[in-house]
T-cell receptor, first 112, second 114 residues
Framework: SQQGEEDPQALSIQEGENATMNCSYK?????LQWYRQNSGRGLVHLIL?????REKHSGRLRVTLDTSKKSSSLLITASRAADTASYFC????????????FGKGTRLSVIA | SQTIHQWPATLVQPVGSPLSLECTVE??????LYWYRQAAGRGLQLLFY??????ISSEVPQNLSASRPQDRQFILSSKKLLLSDSGFYLC?????????????FGSGTRLTVV
């Protein structure tokens, strides 16, 4: 079943602009993760935020988590054409050794 | 360092033919292993996962099966492929017995059933 839902489904921006993607989920979680997928390739882990954390940074990436609203956002600052990819959120449901549940992804296009 | 190998990269198979996709992990022990499938433009659907040799959990009833004959080897199989089995198959591993670790994915296998 789909736990995380990304919004928007597709996003097109100019190089240098910031890109914001949102993720909503349904159940309690241990952590929430963001992944990137270039066309026709495997997913690459970007960042993990634990349920007791509210914000995390990694380079040009900023992730926030609001467990009361069951939502997360991924911000990519100063985007580059190379950031063009699909971005997925994945949740690690609390309560057992259960696999990550992925959303359908946001397709980001950064235009040079 | 840990690496994950998945092959083949692409595969075109006729309906009714068998399937075997292999995934191996290097540089770690007792990993959790996963098979996901991704339809075009869609998210990832979990097919199977394994927390140890011979331990397979299936998430979706289908004509696919999985096996883990060795600690770092995960195989996805089918005796007779259906058209609906077409898709992008991804193998992944994570640290066994722990939460709060990300997954490392293989490069994927594009399967087209004709």
């Amino acid at each position: 079943s789909q736990q995380g839902e990304e919004d928007p489904q597709a996003l097109s921006i100019q190089e240098g602009e910031n890109a914001t993607m949102n993720c909503s989920y349904k159940t309690s979680i241990n952590n929430l993760q963001w992944y990137r997928q270039n066309s026709g390739r495997g997913l690459v882990h970007l960042i993990l935020i634990r349920s007791n954390e509210r914000e995390k940074h990694s380079g040009r990436l900023r992730v926030t988590l609001d467990t009361s609203k069951k939502s997360s956002s991924l911000l990519i600052t100063a985007s580059r054409a190379a950031d063009t990819a699909s971005y997925f959120c994945a949740t690690d449901p609390r309560g057992g050794n259960t696999p990550l549940v992925f959303g359908k992804g946001t397709r980001l296009s950064v235009i040079a | 360092s840990q690496t994950i190998h998945q092959w083949p990269a692409t595969l075109v198979q006729p309906v009714g033919s068998p399937l075997s996709l292999e995934c191996t992990v290097e540089g770690t022990s007792n990993p959790n292993l996963y098979w996901y499938r991704q339809a075009a433009g869609r998210g990832l659907q979990l097919l199977f996962y394994s927390v140890g040799i011979g331990q397979i959990s299936s998430e979706v009833p289908q004509n696919l099966s999985a096996s883990r004959p060795q600690d770092r080897q995960f195989i996805l199989s089918s005796k007779k492929l259906l058209l609906s089995d077409s898709g992008f198959y991804l193998c992944a591993w994570s640290v066994g017995g722990s939460v709060n670790y990300g997954y490392t994915f293989g490069s994927g296998t594009r399967l087209t059933v004709v």
